[in-house]
Nanobody
Framework: QVQPVESGGGLVQAGGSLRLSCASS????????MGWFRQAPGKEREFVAG????????YYADFVEGRFTISRDNAKSTMYLQMNSLKPEDTAVYFC????????????WGQGTQVTVSS
């Protein structure tokens, strides 16, 4: 299985914005709903956002509170997460995966991209 490649993380001040990208192989991406997850130090990995194959349906964890927008470009086999109004509690490593509902479909993960929000 080819792991997805996440990018776009970095260090940002509270209230700032970042745009994450997830580049996947066609076999992992085509025809499937995809999603973002995150894992903060000492915590379990948690669901952040999901998007249907067509992009017509999106859904988010409650803690997003309208601050993040998930999108995808199927021609590029790439998914995005626009994160605005970032909070220190958003600090985590962010991962992408195929999803079934709010659950990761694959057991393997990429390396993720680190997001650090300073107060």
């Amino acid at each position: 299985q080819v792991q997805p490649v996440e990018s776009g993380g970095g260090l940002v001040q509270a209230g700032g914005s970042l745009r994450l990208s997830c580049a996947s192989s066609g076999r992992t991406f085509i025809g499937y709903a995809m999603g973002w997850f995150r894992q903060a130090p000492g915590k379990e990995r948690e669901f952040v956002a999901g998007i249907s194959w067509s992009g017509g349906s999106t859904y988010y964890a409650d803690f997003v509170e309208g601050r993040f927008t998930i999108s995808r470009d199927n021609a590029k086999s790439t998914m995005y997460l626009q994160m605005n109004s970032l909070k220190p509690e958003d600090t985590a490593v962010y991962f992408c995966n195929r999803v079934v509902g709010r659950t990761a479909a694959y057991s393997y993960w990429g390396q993720g991209t680190q997001v650090t929000v300073s107060s």
